[in-house]
């Protein structure tokens, strides 16, 4: 519900600044109450809690939750989701519901309209009715922790909360499904990636395209569906995703004859957008047939990322294809599409937006092909979208029995079934065990590898189902003791075979490369010095173009060729050399693209290093839109010319750099007046997309940081309070919480803390604790 009032309507200034009055005095110290205590003792009778519960709350914000009753540990880790990051709990329902806009205006439209498009809340309903009984009760026991907090504290729930206008509505299990979902879409790409190369196959012809992709004939010949691929241009509101830019995560596990203390060692850092609050909480869960702590996802139940007392386990993307374009072919009217000779009906859905401050909503019909729905219907032009996303009865189970795992087999049978997301498992567990598995359904084509959009009209290139995860890449204890994966090709890296490859849109190999040389090269790891190895950031690409480009740098002779030669590759942020190559990359992908693709930036630096290599044919020097016919040497020696007029000496940090922003600083005026002291940084940031320690910057805007690690965490399986942690801004969503930000300076400096798992390391840690207890013993 919106709560209409003065504030709703503020437009000046001068309201605004009032408003800022406000929330100064009385509205930070009406949201205190709300806040999880950070000192001495609190008794609290929530409504609803089925048991007592011992909630500890460590130097670092982290509750460890303690009860002897199962239904109890699910209801107090809603309570204490609720307590620290609601309002990010509630964009992110608000958000995948398409209903941002209620709350946010017009300018949250486009959101909905895809988000209703590609019909997230929809299949979290979906997905609630195939539930089994176990996932309802622990979904129930949840939203009863987090309704509880709403009951209790009302709007007073975040300062948020209270400066939008909002009275939250009851929590449902089918808002943590769609939570769920989110990350599943975030983890999703493949849409963007098969539109980009129809557009590509548009524009350069299928010889050159073919050459871009380095595909083999047969493949060009299996993989290209008959008929007319040209795509029409995409705009900014169509709900197509844009391509993958490079995004993903690290995660390795050490088998015992690797590590100086003869255990298991895992080591994990997702790798997500900038966000604030970050997208991860941790959480100690402590209760009957449970006991786990680590990365949870604020919304839904359970630990995500971490260990038990028998296991430790984490995730990387594994860039499998789980999403596929169809073009559909429409009758005139657009009513009925044509399906194997026979014209089948279109259903139609049909949404109403409500915007805040608007007396109409907006309508927007969604049109159901057979193959799912029409993410593109322009009237020229139809495009659907089929994802594994609207298939299958999502996560909850898997992360149930990930928790309560007794080894790392365990961990990925826990997940045989699951559709999706497609995720590399890695997990270790006391016995000296370290797996690789390979979780979440692969769609079985009938025809094609889902490379490029396929002719919805015959069924042969629609889905058939779904490969069993039997068919998924599983590897168990190898031979060298070292399992690393970070979003790569895990077929052309040597990982698997070859002829049991299946479609992907995976990450450069850098990353992957990177770790194994150094993870392979000593048999003395430790937690200090694998959770130093997260921090690295030598950029093996940038050692191998230097390689590549070497005699371009000693024929210029300029200055920006000499730093370069110069140049250890080091991506670090107090060097001006990584500013240079970096500048040199962009440049170089524009001379040699930006005429072919009618984008100015141009080449991706993956095909500009297989035409640096000689994979790819000379003619891509050329700029076709001159009258001249251009060399490698002309372009090299015009692009450093061109890097030496910039007269670059800053620092990489100093254009490289990380700021954390409100999400209420989107909203202008009032929001960025408000939010404006609650935005963290800039903070300079070395790395670049390919180091270990990833800092991505689009090439679209560079260069500063759109997406970096989320989370760090080294478990020393077996000696469990030996694990350390960190993540980049603190375990708090609240502006005015002294965890809000208090690991900044130590994410920054490399550093970790201790993540507490035994009784007396938590016991030594506890700052705070909460007593949650029944209703009716407030009445005894």
Request: proline share 6%; hydrophobic share 45%; glycine share 10%.
């Amino acid at each position: 519900m919106i709560r209409r009032g003065w504030f709703l309507t503020l437009a000046a200034g001068v309201a605004v600044a009032l408003v800022a009055v406000v929330v100064g005095g009385s509205v930070r110290f009406g949201v205190a109450r709300s806040r999880l205590p950070e000192r001495g003792l609190s008794v609290e009778r929530p409504a609803g809690c089925p048991a007592e519960v011992t909630i500890r709350i460590d130097g670092h914000g982290i509750p460890h939750i303690r009860t002897d009753d199962e239904e109890a540990v699910w209801f107090a880790q809603g309570y204490v989701h609720a307590r620290d990051r609601f309002f990010q709990m509630e964009l992110a329902r608000r958000l995948a519901a398409g209903r941002l806009a209620e709350v946010m205006g017009a300018r949250a439209l486009t959101s909905d309209r895809k988000m209703r498009t590609w019909r997230l809340a929809a299949s979290a309903r979906l997905q609630a009715a195939l539930l089994d009984g176990e996932s309802r009760a622990v979904l129930d026991a949840y939203a009863g922790g987090v309704n509880a907090a709403l009951e209790k504290f009302g709007r007073w729930i975040s300062p948020e909360i209270w400066l939008m206008g909002v009275d939250p509505e009851p929590w449902t299990p089918e808002n943590s499904l769609a939570v769920a979902l989110l990350l599943q879409l975030d983890l999703s790409w493949s849409m963007g990636e098969e539109y980009e190369r129809a557009d590509e196959l548009t524009r350069l012809g299928r010889d050159r395209a073919v050459e871009l992709w380095g595909w083999s004939p047969s493949e060009a010949r299996a993989w290209i569906p008959p008929g007319d691929l040209a795509v029409e241009s995409r705009t900014g509101d169509e709900p197509i995703r844009p391509p993958l830019s490079g995004v993903g995560s690290n995660s390795w596990a050490l088998a015992p004859e690797k590590t100086a203390t003869g255990r298991a060692l895992v080591a994990t850092d997702p790798h997500l957008g900038v966000h604030l609050p970050g997208p991860f909480s941790l959480v100690h869960l402590n209760g009957p047939g449970i006991h786990v702590v680590g990365a949870s996802l604020p919304g839904t139940p359970g630990v995500l990322i971490g260990h038990n007392e028998h296991v430790a386990w984490s995730f990387t993307a594994a860039m499998l294809d789980d999403q596929d374009l169809f073009v559909v072919t429409l009758d005139e009217e657009g009513e009925n599409e044509l399906i194997d000779g026979a014209w089948l009906r279109v259903r139609t859905v049909t949404e109403q937006i409500r915007i805040r401050w608007e007396e109409d909503p907006v309508v927007l019909k969604v049109r159901m092909s057979e193959r799912g729905p029409l993410v593109r219907d322009s009237g020229t032009q139809a495009l659907a979208l089929s994802w594994t996303g609207r298939s299958g009865d999502g996560i909850v189970r898997a992360v149930l029995e990930l928790n309560r795992a007794a080894s790392a087999a365990d961990a990925a049978l826990a997940w045989d079934g699951v559709i999706g997301p497609s995720l590399n498992l890695v997990a270790a567990d006391t016995g000296g065990h370290i797996l690789h598995q390979v979780v979440g359904l692969v769609p079985e084509r009938g025809q094609g590898a889902g490379r490029l959009p396929a002719p919805g009209a015959d069924s042969r290139w629609g889905w058939q189902g779904f490969l069993p995860m039997a068919r998924n890449p599983r590897s168990l204890d190898p031979e060298s003791g070292v399992l690393a994966t970070a979003n790569h090709d895990f077929f052309s890296e040597g990982d698997f075979p070859m002829q049991e490859r299946l479609p992907g849109d995976f990450a450069s190999p850098w990353r992957v490369r990177r770790l194994r040389h150094l993870l392979e090269a000593r048999d003395d790891w430790n937690v200090s010095s694998t959770a130093m190895l997260q921090r690295d950031v030598v950029s093996e690409r940038a050692i191998a173009i230097l390689k590549s480009i070497r005699p371009d740098l000693v024929a210029h002779e300029g200055p920006s060729a000499q730093a370069l030669l110069e140049w250890d590759g080091r991506m670090g942020e107090s060097e001006s050399a990584p500013h240079v190559f970096s500048r040199l990359l962009l440049e170089l992908g524009a001379e040699v693209g930006a005429d072919e693709f009618g984008r100015p930036s141009g080449l991706e630096t993956e095909h500009l290093m297989r035409l640096l290599a000689g994979g790819m044919s000379d003619k891509w020097w050329d700029d076709e839109s001159t009258g001249s016919i251009e060399t490698r040497a002309e372009v090299m020696m015009h692009a450093l010319d061109v890097i030496d007029g910039m007269k670059i000496d800053a620092p990489w940090g100093d254009i490289h750099q990380i700021v954390f922003r409100h999400p209420l600083d989107e909203i202008p005026i009032a929001g960025r007046l408000l939010a404006g002291s609650w935005n963290r940084g800039p903070f300079s940031a070395g790395g670049d997309n390919v180091t270990v320690d990833a800092n991505y910057w689009d090439r679209g805007q560079p260069f500063g940081v759109s997406a970096m690690p989320a989370l760090r965490l080294v478990t020393d399986v077996g000696n469990w309070d030996a694990s350390v942690a960190a993540m980049p801004l603190g375990q708090s969503g609240r502006p005015w919480s002294s965890h809000y930000a208090d690991q900044i300076q130590l994410w920054r400096g490399g550093g970790v803390f201790i993540l507490p798992f035994g009784e007396a390391a938590v016991e030594a840690q506890t700052e705070a604790k909460l007593i949650l207890r029944p209703e009716e013993q407030n009445a005894r």
